[in-house]
C-alpha cells in the first residue's frame, strides 16, 4: 500500500512538471520542466531530497503555509502565462488539472524545502582546497575586503575593455540628450516650467548630471567616448567597493572563508553583476545603497542595544540620502522602515530622528527649490498609475460594450481612446500611459476613478487579470524575461547635438561575453540567481525560516526587499530586471548571514 501511494504521488509529481496547461488550450503536449530551468532546478531538488530522505525532517506550520503558497503562485502564474485569464481556472476540464496540478505542487514542494531546509540547517564540515584555490581562499580570509575588490574589479574591467567607453540603454540616452537640452519624449508628457529647458525630473537628476559632468570633460579633452568611459570607471569602482565590502562583512560576522569564496565567485562569474557595473542605468548605484542600507539593518539589528556612534550616523544620512537620489521609490523605504528601526533601536531613536529629518529637509528643499530654481520640469503623475491605467485598458479592449458613451468619453479624456485595444500589451503598461494627457486636470483624475471603481464592481476579474497579466513574472519562476544592456545604443549619436559615442573594435569579445549571459539563466540551480520570480520565492523562504527560528526581528532586514518587489507589482512593465536587481543583488549575502544564525 505503501508503494502504490509513493507511486501515485511520484505519477501526479510527473504530470505537473510534465503538462501545462497548454495541453488544454492549444491541444498540444508541452513539456513545461524540461525546457524550463526551473523546472529543471525542481527536478534536481527532487531527486536530491530523495537521496537524502532519511535525513529530512517534517515541515513546520510556517513551512507548510509557504508550500500551499508556493503551489498557489504556480498555478496561478501558468493559466496566466498560458491564457491570460484566471476564470479558466474554473472551467470543468482545467478544474481537473488543476486539482491534479496543486496535489502535484504540494508534494514537489513540500519535498524540494525539506532539502533545502536540510541544508540550511546543518553545519557543513568543509574540506580544506588544494593548490592555488587553497592559497586564494586563505588570502580572502586574511585580506577579505582588498582581495575580492581585486578579483572583482580585474572581471569589471574586461567588461570595461570589451564594451568601452560605456554601454548605454535607451534611459541613460535620453538623460545625456535632456543634459545637453535637446527635446526628448519626457518633455512632451509634461507641463514645461522653463520654456528653454527640456529636462525633467523623470530620471534622477543626480545621475543625469554624474552622465553629463563625465561627458563634458570628455568634450574639454575633445573626446567624448573618454568622458563617458570616466562614467564607467568611477561607477565600476564604486560598485566593485560595496560588493567587496559584502565579502568583508561576512567575515566581520565569522562565516566561513568557503562561503566568502563561492559569493566572490558569484560576483565574478555570474554575469549580471559585471554587465550592470559597466551599464549607465540608474540601477547600478541605487542597487550599491541598497545593498549599504540593507547591511546597515543587520548589523543595528544584529546590535540593537548599542548606541550608534556619529560616524555611523553620518554614514547612515549618506545612505538614505543617494537611495532617495538615484531612484524616487527609495524614500518610500525610509518612510516604511524608520519607525520599525526605532522600535528596535530605542537607545538610538534621537540619533535616527536627526537622519531622518534632515533627510526630508533635504529632499524637501532639493526637490522644491533646486529644481525649481533650474527649471527643470516635474515628472507625470501617470507614472504612479500604471496599475489602474492598465486595468482601464483591458476594460476597453475585452468589454467595451458594458462602458457607456458618457464613461468612455471620461477615459477619453485623460488617456485617448483611439487604438487603446490595439496598444494594450499585457505585459506592460508604457503603450497607454505614454497617451496620457498632460493637461489633465485633478477634477479629471476623480471623475476617472470614479468610472474606474465602476468598473471594478462590474468586472472584478478583468481588473485581476490586468494586474496579474502585468506581474507574473515577479512571483511566476517559469516565466523568463531575462535580459541585460549590451546593444550599441546609437541615440546621442544622432540628430542635434550628436555625440561622437561608439564602440571599439572588440566585437567578437562582447558577442561572446553576451552569448554567455543569454544562456547564464537557462542553467538550471546556479541559473535562478538571476531569476526574477525565484527571488520573490527566496525571500519567503526567509521570512517562515526566521518566524520558524524565533528570529523573527530579522525580518526587518528583509523589508526593504519586500518593499522593492511590491514596488515591481505596481510597476510598469512585467519581469523587468533591473526593478527586481537592488534584492536580487544583494539575496546571497542575506541567505548565507541567516544561514549562520540558524545552523544546528
Known amino acids: 500500500m505503501k508503494k502504490a501511494k509513493s507511486f501515485l504521488i511520484i505519477f501526479i509529481e510527473a504530470i505537473t512538471l510534465l503538462f501545462s496547461y497548454d495541453f488544454l488550450y492549444k491541444k498540444g503536449l508541452t513539456f ?30 510556517n513551512k507548510k503555509a509557504l508550500v500551499i503558497i508556493f503551489t498557489i503562485f504556480m498555478i496561478v502564474g501558468e493559466i496566466i502565462d498560458v491564457t491570460s485569464n484566471l476564470a479558466y481556472l474554473f472551467r470543468f476540464t482545467y478544474l481537473l488539472l488543476t486539482v491534479v496540478k496543486a496535489i502535484g505542487y504540494y508534494f514537489i514542494f513540500t519535498n524540494v524545502i525539506k532539502y533545502v531546509d536540510y541544508l540550511v540547517n546543518k553545519k557543513h564540515e568543509f574540506k580544506k582546497g588544494k593548490g592555488l584555490l587553497k592559497r586564494y581562499e586563505e588570502k580572502l580570509s586574511e585580506h577579505p575586503f582588498k582581495t575580492s575588490f581585486i578579483s ?16 548605454l540603454s535607451p534611459d541613460p540616452a535620453f538623460q545625456i540628450k535632456m543634459y545637453l537640452n535637446v527635446p526628448t519624449k519626457y518633455i512632451w508628457w509634461v507641463i514645461q516650467r522653463d520654456p528653454n529647458v527640456f529636462m525633467t525630473n523623470h530620471h534622477p537628476i543626480l545621475q543625469t548630471y554624474l552622465l553629463g559632468w563625465a561627458l563634458d570633460i570628455g568634450r574639454a579633452l575633445n573626446n567624448a567616448n573618454f568622458g563617458l568611459f570616466l562614467y564607467t570607471l568611477t561607477q565600476s569602482i564604486i560598485y566593485s567597493t560595496c560588493l567587496a565590502f559584502t565579502i568583508k562583512f561576512l567575515k566581520h560576522h565569522n562565516i566561513n572563508s568557503k562561503y566568502l569564496l563561492i559569493v566572490t565567485l558569484i560576483y565574478m562569474l555570474v554575469p549580471m553583476y559585471p554587465f550592470y557595473s559597466v551599464s549607465a542605468v540608474k540601477d547600478t548605484y541605487y542597487t550599491v545603497f541598497f545593498i549599504y542600507f540593507v547591511l546597515f539593518l543587520y548589523d543595528l539589528i544584529l546590535n540593537r542595544e548599542r548606541t550608534l556612534k556619529w560616524k555611523y550616523v553620518c554614514l547612515l544620512f549618506i545612505i538614505c540620502l543617494f537611495l532617495c537620489l538615484f531612484r524616487q521609490n527609495g524614500i518610500y523605504i525610509i518612510l516604511i522602515l524608520f519607525p520599525i528601526i526605532c522600535f528596535y533601536s530605542i537607545n538610538n531613536i534621537k540619533r535616527l530622528s536627526l537622519v531622518f529629518f534632515s533627510l526630508l529637509i533635504f529632499l524637501w528643499g532639493f526637490n522644491n527649490i533646486l529644481i525649481p530654481t533650474l527649471g527643470i520640469s516635474d515628472g507625470s503623475i501617470r507614472e504612479a498609475l500604471s496599475v489602474p491605467f492598465q486595468q482601464t485598458a483591458r476594460l476597453v479592449k475585452y468589454h467595451r460594450d458594458i462602458i ?13 481612446l483611439d487604438n487603446m485595444a490595439k496598444r494594450y500589451d ?9 497617451q496620457f494627457n498632460k493637461n489633465t486636470t485633478g477634477e479629471d483624475l476623480k471623475a476617472y476613478f470614479k468610472v474606474w471603481f465602476k468598473y471594478l ?12 497579466n502585468n506581474t507574473s513574472g515577479y512571483y511566476y519562476p517559469y516565466k523568463l524575461k531575462w535580459y541585460f544592456y549590451h546593444n550599441y545604443d546609437s541615440r546621442i549619436a544622432e540628430g542635434e547635438k550628436a555625440v561622437n559615442y561608439h564602440y571599439n573594435k572588440l566585437g567578437i569579445i562582447r558577442t561572446s561575453l553576451s552569448n554567455y549571459a543569454i544562456i547564464y539563466p537557462y542553467i538550471p540551480v546556479i541559473g535562478l540567481l538571476s531569476n526574477i520570480g525565484f527571488g520573490l520565492f527566496s525571500v519567503l523562504y526567509l521570512v517562515a525560516h526566521l518566524i520558524e527560528k524565533k528570529n523573527k526581528e530579522f525580518i526587518v532586514v528583509l523589508l526593504p526587499l519586500i518593499i522593492s518587489i511590491l514596488v515591481c507589482f505596481v510597476g510598469p512593465a512585467n519581469t523587468y530586471f533591473r526593478y527586481a536587481m537592488p534584492y536580487l543583488f544583494v539575496l546571497p549575502t542575506l541567505e548565507i548571514l541567516f544561514k549562520k544564525e540558524n545552523e544546528v
Open 152 to 167: 572583482i574589479f580585474l572581471v569589471i574591467t574586461f567588461f570595461m575593455i570589451a564594451f568601452y567607453p560605456i554601454v
Open 32 to 61: 513545461y520542466s524540461l525546457t524550463n530551468p526551473f523546472g529543471g532546478s525542481l527536478i534536481v531538488g527532487l531527486i536530491l531530497s530523495f537521496i537524502n530522505k532519511d535525513k529530512l525532517k517534517d515541515l513546520s506550520k
Open 404 to 416: 457607456s458613451d458618457e464613461d468612455l468619453e471620461v477615459i477619453d479624456k485623460i488617456l485617448n
Open 457 to 468: 464592481l462590474k468586472e472584478p476579474m478583468c481588473y485581476i487579470n490586468a494586474t496579474l
Open 426 to 434: 499585457r505585459d506592460l503598461s508604457d503603450p497607454v500611459k505614454n
